[in-house]
Structures are given as C-alpha cells and as structure tokens.
Nanobody
Framework: QVQLVESGGGLVQPGGSLRLSCAAS????????IGWFRQAPGKDREGVSC????????YYADFVKGRFTISRDNAKNTVYLQMNSLKPEDTAVYYC?????????????????????WGQGTQVTVSS
C-alpha cells in the first residue's frame, strides 16, 4: 500500500523550530520529487518547498526562504522540512506529496495537481 505519513508537527512559540518528516511506505522516494504544502484555515493550499529526485535541487516559496530547509534521506525513505524562526503566520496543516516526474519542476513545483500521492497532514501551530 502506497502511503506518505507526515510527523513532527506541534505547538511552538514564535521564533522556535520544528522538523517535519515525510516517511514513505509501499514505494521508494528515490524516484520521486517531494513537495511540502500547507493550508491554513480559510486559505488556499500553498506550496512551501520541494526537492527533486534527479539531482536534489531544492525550491522554496519566498515566504520561507532563509528559514526552512528541505532535505531527503533516501536510505530512510524520508524527506524532512526543517523550519526555523517560525512565525504565527506559518500556522497551518502541512502536507507532503510525491511526484514521479521532475519535468519542469523548477517552474511548477508548487502546483499541487502534478503530485500523485499525498499524506494526511500534520498540524503546525505557532503561538505564544
């Protein structure tokens, strides 16, 4: 059974850090680009970051550049999102997603429609 499972969310104070994990089962992440998305209440889903499968290229939304870092550990079949300097506006449910193709990833990594598999999400709340 193909499955993506996110973990690592929680409640953190502004300025704090969290590391989200996206673990795959039933397939190998080696051949998939992995994206992180988030959705806050009442808002549209938005792309946060992505890492390619071919050469490990990374992409970030402007609102997280310099604060978030995406990485992958193919041996553990897991992708991580290190989130530092968290702000209240980062509060959302965070999802990871897998895309079998790297084609045009640099221009379209934040288009959710290109991803085949999605996790159930993990809640991140940034509040004092």
């Amino acid at each position: 059974q193909v499955q993506l499972v996110e973990s690592g969310g929680g409640l953190v104070q502004p300025g704090g850090s969290l590391r989200l994990s996206c673990a795959a089962s039933g397939f190998s992440l080696d051949y998939y680009a992995i994206g992180w998305f988030r959705q806050a209440p009442g808002k549209d889903r938005e792309g946060v970051s992505c890492v390619s499968s071919s050469d490990g290229s990374t992409y970030y939304a402007d609102f997280v550049k310099g604060r978030f870092t995406i990485s992958r550990d193919n041996a553990k079949n897991t992708v991580y999102l290190q989130m530092n300097s968290l702000k209240p506006e980062d509060t959302a449910v965070y999802y990871c997603a897998a895309d079998r193709s790297d084609y045009n990833l640099g221009y379209q990594w934040n288009r959710g429609i290109r991803y085949e598999y999605w996790g159930q999400g993990t809640q991140v709340t940034v509040s004092s």
